[in-house]
């Protein structure tokens, strides 16, 4: 059970925008590379400035793999490989609520995880959107991330209650993918309805900075804001 994500659903109803992402994809393989192309900052005179982020942070269940698997979704494969490479090492991280929490007995999961994909694992006792605490602190043991502040930090997942919640209490930005593996899910299909009901017009440009959620689409999005469409 996850006792963080359940606790922090009260938190959404008096701060309702801790869940709306800064950049949505409608799958893995939509994610821009590197990351910082999906964030550019109004930077004064000089016009757009991308953001600097330094380090991703990625979810598992249908974002990169199918639900309740440890390996990479085939179709995935080169996309994941690709960013492997602009994150080497210490700059990508996986958190999931499954692999590597402690529901995962003697942290099998997240062994299996690790051996197939190459990246860490981090082993963390509260699920998301809590643990923000431990994955900042990953990032202070490993200063070769390059990580010295939280905006400088991506967030991956297809989850807005837990994965883009925990990136906007962060401080760090947020992208949602949409879709995921599965496909669209039950509660973005009721609001992609709700949205067209209520003729909401589409929200498009620039991402913001974190916890000013502005909205940049996947290509060949309809209408309607990510996070509630």
């Not at 593996?181 to 299909?189: D, I, K, N, P, T």
């Not at 003729?199 to 959620?213: A, C, I, S, T």
Request: with cysteine; proline share 8%; aromatic share 6%.
């Amino acid at each position: 059970m996850n006792i963080s994500g359940t606790l922090n659903v009260f938190r959404l109803l008096r701060e309702p925008t801790l869940c709306l992402p800064q950049h949505t994809v409608s799958t893995f393989n939509h994610l821009p590379i590197p990351l910082s192309k999906a964030f550019p900052r109004k930077d004064g005179a000089n016009g757009q400035k991308e953001a600097d982020i330094r380090a991703v942070v990625l979810d598992k269940d249908n974002c990169f793999a199918v639900p309740h698997t440890n390996e990479i979704h085939k179709p995935y494969e080169d996309h994941f490989q690709r960013l492997r490479r602009a994150y080497p090492g210490t700059k990508l991280l996986i958190v999931s609520n499954t692999a590597g929490t402690s529901s995962d007995k003697d942290h099998a999961e997240a062994a299996i995880l690790e051996a197939n994909t190459g990246i860490k694992v981090l082993r963390h006792s509260t699920k998301k959107p809590g643990c923000k605490e431990e994955v900042m602190a990953y990032f202070t043991a490993h200063p070769e991330s390059g990580v010295t502040k939280p905006e400088q930090i991506a967030v991956v997942g297809d989850r807005l209650s837990t994965d883009i919640m925990m990136a906007n209490l962060m401080g760090s930005y947020g992208v949602w993918v949409r879709d995921g593996v599965q496909g669209r899910g039950f509660l973005a299909s009721k609001m992609a309805a709700a949205n067209a009901a209520s003729g909401m017009p589409p929200q498009g440009g620039p991402g913001g900075y974190p916890g000013q959620p502005q909205y940049q689409a996947y290509p060949g999005a309809g209408a309607g804001p990510p996070g509630v469409s």
